[in-house]
């Protein structure tokens, strides 16, 4: 008798080891999010999915540098800060016509990895806040992890959408965000120019949003040894969502 408990024991520990290679778990996220999350959750590695999610940045700041001119993509530029919407066409000219050094003109290239990862952790760390308050059993790691592979699934999606669309439209249609290339919200309906408070509102409303929420809630459920349901993880993604949609219409409604 005392001989077949350590082999149980290891039987045991195997059962709960991963099993999912990281292509199974790429591909799994999309197909069977529970099951994939569950085996995430075991060994909670992002390290890869992240250098993907980081040579993509990189990628669509270099496709913008392709198919459209310095100086178009310098307008495109002030035209999506509301600071700048006071410019005078002379001033914004005279900006946009300007000569970049090659510093300047590949700094969003040479910084992309670095915005993934500060959005990354400024993100992760308001969900384990947020969960942590809720009473979940939770640390960064996890909370990083859940994060990631809530997040760049859908946005690996959306990115490489965005990217092929970039090829296709006419350079002075193509749009810097990436959402705004892919027609997958309700901002299509009202002017941005016109309307920018409803138009922001509108625009949250996307099926690349709700597909990551989604996900974000099963991630968190599954890397919080059961403290959290689904459905109260979704609650919190949920609210920190509401929280941001709200607080970029704010923001418009300011100084759009």
Not at 102 to 115: D, E, N, Q
Not at 132 to 160: E, H, Q, R
């Amino acid at each position: 008798m005392e001989s077949k408990e350590p082999l149980a024991e290891v039987a045991g520990v195997g059962s709960e080891a991963p099993s999912m290679s990281f292509l199974q778990r790429l591909i799994g996220v999309y197909f069977e999010p529970r099951k994939t999350f569950a085996d995430i959750s075991r060994k909670p590695t992002w390290l890869v999915l992240f250098i993907i999610v980081c040579l993509l940045a990189m990628a669509m700041n270099y496709t913008l540098m392709t198919v459209m001119d310095p100086e178009t993509l310098m307008r495109k530029s002030l035209a999506m800060n509301p600071m700048t919407k006071s410019l005078s066409e002379e001033q914004i000219q005279q900006m946009a016509s300007q000569p970049r050094g090659a510093f300047s003109r590949y700094s969003g290239l040479i910084f992309a990895p670095l915005a993934v990862l500060v959005t990354y952790i400024i993100i992760a760390s308001l969900f384990l806040l947020l969960y942590v308050l809720m009473g979940a059993t939770l640390n960064f790691k996890k909370s990083f992890a859940a994060t990631i592979w809530g997040m760049a699934p859908p946005g690996i999606i959306l990115t490489v959408l965005s990217g092929v669309f970039m090829f296709i439209k006419d350079p002075a249609d193509i749009e810097i965000n990436p959402a705004g290339n892919v027609a997958s919200n309700l901002g299509l309906l009202v002017s941005e120019k016109d309307h920018p408070v409803i138009n922001s509102l509108l625009s949250s409303v996307d099926v690349f949003s709700f597909w990551t929420i989604f996900l974000l809630a099963v991630g968190f459920a599954a890397f919080s040894e059961k403290s959290l349901t689904v459905k109260k993880a979704a609650t919190g993604v949920l609210l920190l969502w509401a929280v941001w949609v709200l607080g970029k219409a704010g923001f418009f409604a300011l100084f759009g």
